[in-house]
């Protein structure tokens, strides 16, 4: 099977099951549970359209699903086990589950991990990914990308606790508003490997672009879901103290980030000219 054919096979199956996800929620849960399905099907729709534009399409077959079934594994062997996140138990507001996770988490995996990895870039090196770049640069770049992603984490994890009820923690208070300190070694464990693995695969598998051709409307678009993130935790987020926590934590990265991507979007207008 050549490459294009998985590439157009594994957008028809995130098809099949966007859609297969909303309507068992539609029949089986209330209205927020229906939302909360929704957007993050629709995040991940987004976020595959960025990688279409800035990645090659070889790339998405294999990173794609990567992401995805490490995000199932992780939250799997923690909710078993108690590993990487602490233990804790799912309930059915986030809709339909493969074992004991819910099939939106794997897919919000791959949508936050394509944000931070793509904000990461522009943070150290001013521009979206590219097939330059050496194993030092791959790693720092996955690294400063798993504290983005875990900055999310800070207010998201209260809040989808507390707020919406989403899962159970067996520990009720583990030192973040009630949130375990420990779950965030596993974010940045599990973001920093499947970020890693994106830059490697990039440099590995893409061809080397003309700047001319890079999408700005893609980055911008990621960075975009970052930034609704950070209103969505100051508006609704589970405390005051959390709410202003996302606007430092992901205020600031975010500021620099937007200010690299209007950079780099003059360097393209003046090479065009």
């Known amino acids: 099977m050549t490459r294009p054919v998985l590439a157009r096979a594994s957008v028809w199956l995130g098809v099949a099951l966007a859609l297969a996800l909303t309507g068992w929620t539609l029949v089986h849960h209330p209205p927020v549970s229906v939302a909360l399905v929704v957007a993050s099907v629709i995040l991940f729709g987004l976020a595959w359209l ?15 699903p990567f992401a995805v079934a490490t995000g199932w594994l992780a939250e799997q062997l923690g909710t078993s086990f108690g590993w990487l996140f602490g233990r804790y138990t799912y309930t059915e507001v986030l809709g339909p589950r493969l074992l004991d996770v819910p099939l939106v988490i794997p897919l919000m995996w791959f ?3 394509m944000v931070g990895w793509v904000m990461a870039h522009l943070l150290l090196w001013r521009r979206p990914p590219s097939p330059e770049g050496s194993w030092p640069a791959s790693l720092l770049t996955a690294l400063l990308a798993a504290l983005l992603i875990t900055a999310f984490d800070l207010g998201a994890d209260p809040y989808f606790v507390y707020v ?10 583990g030192g973040w508003f009630g949130e375990t300190v420990e779950g965030f070694v596993g974010w940045m464990l599990v973001s920093f490997v499947i970020t890693l693995v994106f830059d490697r695969m990039s440099v590995r598998r893409s061809p080397q672009p003309s700047i001319v051709q890079q ?23 589970a405390t005051l103290a959390l709410k202003v926590v996302a606007f430092f934590a992901m205020g600031i990265p975010l500021l620099v980030a937007w200010t690299a991507w209007t950079q780099w979007r003059r360097q393209l207008k003046v090479v065009t000219r």
Do not use: H
Not at 164 to 173: I, S
């Open 50 to 64: 960025a990688a279409r534009r800035l990645v090659p399409a070889n790339w998405l077959p294999v990173c794609v």
């Open 164 to 173: 919406l009820k989403a899962w159970v923690m067996e520990k009720p208070d």
């Open 215 to 237: 999408p700005t409307v893609a980055v911008a678009l990621l960075l975009a879901i970052y930034t609704s993130a950070m209103v969505f935790q100051m508006i609704w987020g």
């Open 111 to 113: 949508a936050l991990a």
